[in-house]
């Protein structure tokens, strides 16, 4: 989605400054300074005055650390203490989400509001229908009693005037699990056992509340350390820029990243296990299949009681860590996509193949901290001399269409037909694509199991797929047209 | 006729900061002008090289330059320029409440004007 807008710029800046400042070898001694020096010169005062939005920048800053952001109980602790942490190896945070609620508005909880367009009519129909007794006149106007009003919308449908509005809480409106709770003074807090980290409340919250816990710093650490960092590059992310993909891990390349790989390779690989699985499960009277690789998904599996339809194939991105893992146990793998859930994913360890247990991602940047990430390090992505795709995964288009609704339906499908070709007789299924995990969608999700007859479902959490996430830099329809063109690269 | 010439930077910087978004703005002027605007994605204009990063993206409507562009200060520009296109030629006299668009001093065209 497109989401042009102060915040955006904002943290993106942000990002960037870390970035500089993590290159120039700065990055301990003039963290501090940053809300100062961001804050001199033409700032436009955001909060109440310049020291509670340094205030906030301070808080920004945090997350961007990886750190929870909900308290200023350590306001007095330099920035620079956390960094060190950071850079010494701490242990990143599980759940890669918090509210800052220094800048959570709290947002009123009744949310239909009477405006000056009320005219006091003589019909009152906003009066009469309350079911709950909630609206009186205040003077000449309707007054709603937010203590009565159970937020039905009788008053808002009846009034002839349209002055009945509903005001909503941009976070619970958007999140289609009910993660999201109300302190009593009406900030928010989220239920991380209920919170599927779609990301939606993110994009939503005007205030910028809802933070991500980033691992910007934990890159750009090793980089500086100079490890061997391997860039993990899921499709969605190849075509955040509008220039050819080869372009793109060329200045990943230049931006220090000792390798870059497709995760659309992995991604081919993760079909085919889905086609043999789902040939298996069928075999066994297992009806339902659904696909595994989007996150959010497998978390709102769990809630919705349809965790054992899910593929156990592993997600692309889990695969490709494995395998450059398994290439040299030494490398620090990060993903570069532009999902939040997928840091989520990144935490866990996972069994491997002869016994014992590795972790395969090391890290997560979303495709907004990469390209801010680039712009602080003055690398043109237009200028880069294409790279030869075929050294860097050699991903089929269907592998690479994973990153669009319908795409890794469209790909297991396939993955299916070349397996017929063996002389197997291939099962007959339906095929369901869910496009984005919503509260409409969710009902239908949590019925999955009881499906007649067979059944093979997509789901993604966000609208139109992965290029649709919450941490892009390009418009999902944008990003859509130019995954067509990377679909059809072909070797240099 | 004249044409209004809209350059539109699709430097690292003018695209993260925003030039993503402008991009799809091309496709509304194209709906509204037709001909009478002619737009073109460029590489780096150099204005972020100025120490000017945060202000980006920037965005040239014939030889003014808009700083912090936004669809809204663009199709402004682009009608304010259309203006002059057509009026006589005294277009600099005009330039108030140029829309979101900042001015910076930019290595080509010296002063912008100050939205």
């Known amino acids: 989605m497109a989401r042009e807008n102060n915040l955006v710029r904002l943290k993106r800046r942000l990002i960037s400054e870390l970035t500089s400042l993590s290159f120039e070898g700065r990055l301990l001694d003039d963290i501090d300074a940053l809300p100062y020096e961001i804050t001199s010169g033409d700032w436009e005062t955001i909060q109440c005055c310049i020291h509670h939005d340094r205030a906030h920048l301070r808080l920004r800053l945090l997350s961007l650390l990886g750190f929870p952001a909900e308290g200023l109980s350590d306001a007095e602790r330099p920035l620079k203490a956390y960094a060190r942490e950071v850079l010494e190896g701490r242990k990143p945070d599980d759940f890669p989400l918090s509210i800052m609620t220094e800048a959570c508005n709290g947002c009123v909880k009744s949310r239909y509001v009477v405006t000056d367009a009320c005219q006091g009519c003589v019909a009152r129909p906003c009066k009469v229908n309350c079911p709950k007794g909630a609206v009186s006149m205040v003077g000449e106007k309707a007054h709603i009693d937010p203590e009565l009003c159970v937020n039905c919308g009788l008053c808002e449908r009846s009034c002839a005037f349209h002055a009945i509005i509903k005001v909503p809480v941009p976070c619970e409106e958007v999140c289609p699990v009910g993660a999201i709770q109300k302190r009593e003074d009406g900030t928010a807090v989220i239920d991380e056992s209920k919170c599927i980290l779609c990301g939606r409340c993110m994009t939503a919250c005007p205030f910028g509340a809802p933070v991500e816990k980033s691992d910007v710093v934990r890159v750009l650490g090793a980089l500086g350390e100079g490890r061997h960092v391997v860039a993990l590059v899921a499709p969605a992310a190849m075509v955040q820029f509008p220039f050819p993909a080869g372009k793109f891990v060329a200045a990943l390349q230049r931006f220090g990243f000792a390798e870059v790989v497709e995760v659309a390779a992995a991604a081919d690989r993760v079909a085919e296990h889905d086609a043999g699985e789902l040939v298996e499960a069928l075999k066994e009277g297992r009806t339902t299949l659904a696909t595994s690789c989007c996150p959010s998904w497998v978390r709102a599996s769990e809630g919705l009681g349809q965790k054992d339809v899910l593929s156990s194939a592993p997600s692309p991105m889990i695969l490709a860590g494995i395998e450059a893992k398994q290439a040299d146990p030494e490398a620090f793998t990060v993903f570069i996509g532009p999902c939040l859930a997928k840091r989520w994913e990144a935490r866990r360890s996972v069994e491997i193949e002869g016994g014992g247990t590795i972790q395969p991602i090391d890290a997560v940047l979303t495709s907004e901290e990469m390209g801010a990430m680039l712009m602080a390090a003055s690398i043109q992505v237009s200028e880069e001399q294409a790279e030869d795709l075929a050294r860097h995964g050699n991903a089929s288009a269907f592998g690479r269409g994973f990153a669009v609704s319908e795409g890794v339906a469209k790909a297991v499908v396939h993955a299916l037909a070349s397996k017929a070709g063996d002389g197997r007789a291939l099962p007959s299924f339906s095929t369901k694509v869910v496009s984005g995990i919503t509260k409409e969608t969710v009902p239908a999700l949590a019925k999955l199991k009881e499906h007649e007859g067979n059944l093979l479902v997509e789901v993604m959490a966000c609208e139109g797929g992965c290029v649709n996430g919450p941490c892009v830099l390009t418009a999902g329809k944008t990003a859509s047209a130019l995954l067509e063109r990377y679909k059809a690269a072909k070797p240099a | ?115």
């Open chain 2, 1 to 115: 006729m004249n044409q209004v010439h809209v350059t539109i930077c699709t430097g690292t910087a003018c695209y993260v900061m925003g030039g993503a978004d402008l991009l799809g703005a091309v496709d509304i002027l194209l709906e509204k002008y037709g001909g009478r605007v002619v737009c073109e994605g460029s590489t780096c204009l150099g204005y972020c090289k100025l120490g000017k990063q945060h202000k980006a993206p920037f965005v040239k409507v014939n030889d003014r330059l808009l700083a912090q562009a936004t669809v809204e200060s663009l199709e402004k520009a682009v009608e304010e320029a259309l203006g002059a296109a057509a009026g006589d030629g005294q277009a600099d006299a005009d330039r108030s409440g140029a829309g979101k668009g900042e001015g910076v001093p930019g290595p080509a065209c010296g002063e912008a004007d100050n939205g």
